[in-house]
């Protein structure tokens, strides 16, 4: 999704190339996560309890456009073929239920993806992730690639900062995340900044992608030990 231009920082091209690959993993991350988030938003209890109906409803009209998602097909996951509905749909029709609210997630990840960062922020902030933390590290990461591709890069740093601390059990994602603001830093030119969070990287997640590489980044600062 992102596009390096030859006028851009060293550093710009290697985060480009992370973001463009942590973004295609996202969906099967947001797809084995639906069940999770799903549970969160007390799927169970809500279709037991109170709107059997209109839930149901929710969960089958949300499966084809997860499909389509999967698939690579972001407009018709988005808007809908014409018989089933897109995520858009989803939101404005069951928008109270689990289903209505897992689609915002959804619209969220489809808008960055297919380069609207606006409402991919929009979408991302409406989302509820009900307790989940994992999830919510995700969405913090979202919401960081799209204000990163805005340019917004002290919005983007601060995302992905709440993104790496959110959910420390899974040591890929967090250490990632931290590498992208410390990548951030370095682009803008704040390098005392970029060195405390690569230092960082590597005292934290030594054993992760990011953390092994970490005193490469360091060294080209001037900063390795």
Excluded: C
Aim: aromatic share 12%; charged share 25%.
């Amino acid at each position: 999704m992102s596009v390096t231009k030859k006028h851009e920082p060293a550093g710009q091209e290697t985060l480009d190339r992370a973001q463009d690959f942590w973004e295609k993993n996202n969906k099967s991350i947001i797809i084995v996560l639906s069940a999770v988030i799903l549970l969160a938003g007390g799927y169970f209890i809500y279709k037991y309890w109170f709107k059997i109906p209109e839930n149901e409803k929710a969960v089958e009209a949300i499966a084809k456009a997860q499909r389509y998602f999967a698939t690579d097909s972001l407009n018709l996951a988005l808007n809908g073929d014409g018989k089933s509905l897109g995520f858009l749909k989803v939101i404005s029709k069951y928008g109270s239920t689990p289903s209505g609210n897992l689609a915002k997630l959804y619209a969220g990840e489809t808008y960055l993806h297919l380069g609207d960062y606006n409402n991919a922020i929009k979408y991302l902030n409406d989302f509820n992730p009900n307790g989940s933390l994992q999830t919510q590290a995700l969405v913090y990461g979202l919401l960081g690639d799209a204000y990163s591709e805005l340019k917004k890069n002290d919005e983007a740093i601060e995302q992905y900062k709440k993104a790496s601390t959110a959910f420390e059990q899974n040591q890929a994602m967090s250490s990632e995340y931290l590498y992208r603001a410390a990548s951030l830093y370095e682009v803008m030119g704040k390098n005392k900044e970029a060195i405390e969070l690569f230092q960082q990287l590597k005292d934290k997640y030594p054993r992760t992608e990011r953390g092994f590489t970490a005193e490469k980044y360091l060294g080209k600062l001037g900063a390795a030990e």
